[in-house]
């Protein structure tokens, strides 16, 4: 009797093992999210963004989600393109990145995840802003605040660049505080704080945070319009709106979601995600080619130009 009880008692652990509805004897428990003493997911400590996926998915790619394969050969596309030798920038031609991003497990094709095909739905007026931003060379103010050393990868919305992408964010009850290396941009974000007057328009916006659940909703509005459009990859007009999303999805994945609200650029709001993985690297210093000799250099080389084509 005692055997029969034993072999019963062997066959139910083997069926509860096998059985979906009860999960695998082999899987484990997944980990809490760490938190605060006050409850609230803890968001300390340094995250990388290392990805190539684009902002825009790539003519071609139709879903957002792909297998390993998949994603193995799209990574290999992207750096074939980026190290064409008209490459001029040796941040874009050897990016730190190697692998397109991860969200949850799945291999991402694009950012954008609204609108459902991957693209940013530009006004016509957007497009211009994106040509003039990009090709503009009159003055310094048209060209990006990057490569004037204002900085922009840290302002809402958080940009993805091929190098120097890690962020340190440092958690109080009341702010956030967003240090990215890259530019030495510093994001002070107030929680459940009263919202600056309009007339007060930091370079980045104005940003101000509450929690919804384990979630943390930073609204910006009222940015600069001398530097709104900051460019790399986007452009904004200064009447835009981001709402960005922070939520662990594991103790070592912070996921991070944005979405775009400006009527005068897209003809409808926009969604982006990516995921920021834990890291034990240190930040350093950046240091952004003093004496702007880049930027001389751009301005000389489009008079030139100009005057070669003459009037």
């Known amino acids: 009797m005692r055997l029969l009880r034993m072999l019963s008692l062997t066959a139910l652990i083997t069926t509860l ?8 004897a082999q899987e484990a428990a997944p980990a809490p999210i760490p938190r605060t003493i006050e409850g609230r997911p803890d968001f300390h400590g340094v995250w990388a963004s290392r990805w190539l996926t684009p902002v825009e998915r790539s003519p071609g790619v139709e879903a957002l989600v792909v297998d ?7 990574a ?12 001029l920038d040796p941040e874009l031609a050897y990016p730190d990145a190697s692998t397109l991003a991860v969200v949850r497990g799945e291999f991402r094709t694009s950012l954008v995840i609204k609108p ?4 940013l739905p530009m006004t016509a007026a957007g497009r211009s802003a994106m040509r003039a931003y990009v090709t503009g060379a009159d003055g310094p103010e048209q060209r990006m605040t990057t490569e004037r050393c204002l900085g922009g990868v840290g302002w809402a919305p958080l940009q993805i660049r091929t190098a120097s992408m890690l962020r340190r964010i440092v958690q109080t009850p009341k702010h956030m505080v967003l240090h990215t290396e890259a530019y030495s941009d510093l994001r002070i974000i107030g929680i459940d704080s009263r919202p600056l007057p309009p007339a007060m ?3 980045g916006g104005d940003s101000v945070a509450h929690w919804e659940g384990d979630a943390l909703i930073v609204e910006t ?20 709106v981001i709402t960005e999303r922070f939520e662990l999805a594991s103790p070592n994945e912070l996921v991070y979601r944005y979405t775009v609200t400006d009527p005068a650029y897209y003809t409808e709001p926009w969604t982006a995600e ?3 993985t834990r890291s034990a690297e240190e ?24 005057r070669r084509k003459g009037p």
């Open 116 to 119: 459902d095909n991957g693209r």
């Open 68 to 74: 390993a394969q998949a994603a193995e050969r799209l």
């Open 274 to 276: 990516y995921s920021l």
């Open 221 to 240: 509005r009222n940015l600069d319009p001398e530097t709104s459009t900051h460019g790399i990859v986007t452009v904004l007009s200064p009447e835009a």
């Open 76 to 87: 290999a596309e992207i750096l074939t393109r980026a190290s064409n030798p008209a490459q």
């Open 17 to 24: 093992s096998m059985n979906p509805l009860h999960g695998s």
């Open 283 to 306: 930040i350093f210093e950046f240091a952004c080619h003093e004496g702007n000799y880049s930027m001389v250099g751009i301005l000389a080389g489009a008079r030139k130009d100009a």
């Open 201 to 203: 328009r930091p370079a």
